[in-house]
């Protein structure tokens, strides 16, 4: 049987395990900080542990939910690595420096039952989902072969599957990545983008305050449901809806992800359709160019219609930046992630 991974657990799951180990509850703070404030790699470096619990620990438990494969290293400087986890399956996670933020783009699901046209992960259906010591380990790994100065700032779950739904392991990731006693990352260093599953997103807007990315890409439903199969189940109607309700701290906006296809979604009527829709929502929004993988049927954009698409949002009151998707020499881009092995 598979030992329990100790970053499955959230500090009070943790403490609930240690309860039930005859250990004091207070012992699953030590622990958490053990693993991610001093990142230790062997329980015999805890000394405030007495020796028999060590060898419990390292008997009955495993660190590590993640095994790096491979990394390549784009020319702007975006590093993707591929991790293979305990069955085989493989993920990737792709880091973005941008002095002097450094994001890590993380994965929720071995591929993705979502099936958008559009994106490679979709293309692989969906494997798997993660659990949360691998959706944690993700940043633990990283931040351990970054140099010592570069520190993961922001966290985005944009990589590999859809967030939402796998929500009770992306929820308990986030609970580890925020606490104090864990990687200590403020909500508002974290987005979660989704395709916009109805009842989770509602749910994660009174569970969670990060912030939200919603990926649009279309600004009406023949589109969209043309694009994206979820649209046949949670409509525009309803996404929206759920959007104008969305609980947003004063000042915060919720961000929607429109990527551009040349002649099929990127003329002057469809901002005019997105601006539309967006009434009344706090919102800013994030136009990327399409990146075309081998097969796809869609093209990029004329750059001409990129830059008058955005002048028309933002004609309308809104933030509409044009997001060059980075890493594209290396796919690590938006969309790029296969978990494929080079060798
Ligand atoms: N499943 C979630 C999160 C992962 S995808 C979602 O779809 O929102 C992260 C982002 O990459 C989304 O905005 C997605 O639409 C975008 N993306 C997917 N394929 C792309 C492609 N071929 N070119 C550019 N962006 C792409
Ligand atoms: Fe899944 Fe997101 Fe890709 Fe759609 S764009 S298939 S939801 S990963």
Not at 68 to 74: C, D, G, T
Not at 84 to 90: M, V
Not at 172 to 191: C, E, K, M, Q, Y
């Amino acid at each position: 049987m598979e030992l329990p991974c100790l970053k499955d657990f959230t500090l009070p799951q943790l403490e609930d395990w240690m309860e039930s180990l005859g250990e004091k509850r207070f012992r699953a703070r030590q622990l958490f900080r053990h693993i991610y404030v001093r990142r230790v790699t062997a329980w015999n470096e805890c000394s405030d542990l007495s020796k028999t619990f060590r060898t419990q620990l390292e008997y009955g438990s495993r660190l590590d939910a993640l095994r790096l494969l491979e990394s390549h290293r784009s020319q702007d400087g975006t590093v993707k690595y591929l991790f293979a986890l305990q069955d085989g399956q493989r993920i990737e996670t792709v880091m973005i420096p941008d002095a002097p933020r450094t994001t890590l783009c993380l994965s929720s699901q071995v591929g993705c039952a979502m099936g958008c046209g559009f994106c490679v992960t979709g293309s692989l259906g969906l494997q798997r989902n993660l659990s949360t010591a691998e959706i944690v380990d993700q940043a633990c790994q990283v931040q351990k072969l970054l140099p010592p100065k570069q520190k993961i700032t922001n966290l985005v779950f944009m990589g590999m599957g859809e967030p939402l739904a796998n929500y009770d392991a992306v929820m308990g990731a986030i609970s580890v990545f925020t606490d104090p006693n864990g990687l200590d990352f403020s909500h508002r260093r974290i987005t979660l983008s989704t395709v916009g599953l109805v009842p989770q997103l509602r749910r994660l807007g009174r569970e969670s305050p990060i912030n939200l990315a919603v990926s649009l890409h279309a600004p009406e439903n023949g589109l969209r449901s043309q694009l994206m199969p979820v649209n046949r189940t949670h409509s525009l109607e309803k996404l929206m809806a759920a959007c104008r309700e969305y609980p947003l701290a004063p000042r915060k906006r919720i961000t929607f992800e429109y990527i551009l296809m040349g002649g099929l979604n990127d003329q002057p009527r469809h901002a005019r359709q997105l601006v539309k829709l967006l009434e009344g929502i706090r919102a800013k929004i994030n136009l990327i160019p399409l990146n075309p993988h081998e097969g796809c049927p869609f093209h990029r954009p004329e750059e001409e219609a990129v830059l008058h698409f955005q002048e028309l949002v933002q004609k309308a009151g809104y933030t509409a930046i044009i997001r060059q998707s980075r890493g594209a020499d290396i796919e690590a881009a938006c969309g790029q992630l296969a978990a494929r092995h080079s060798g």
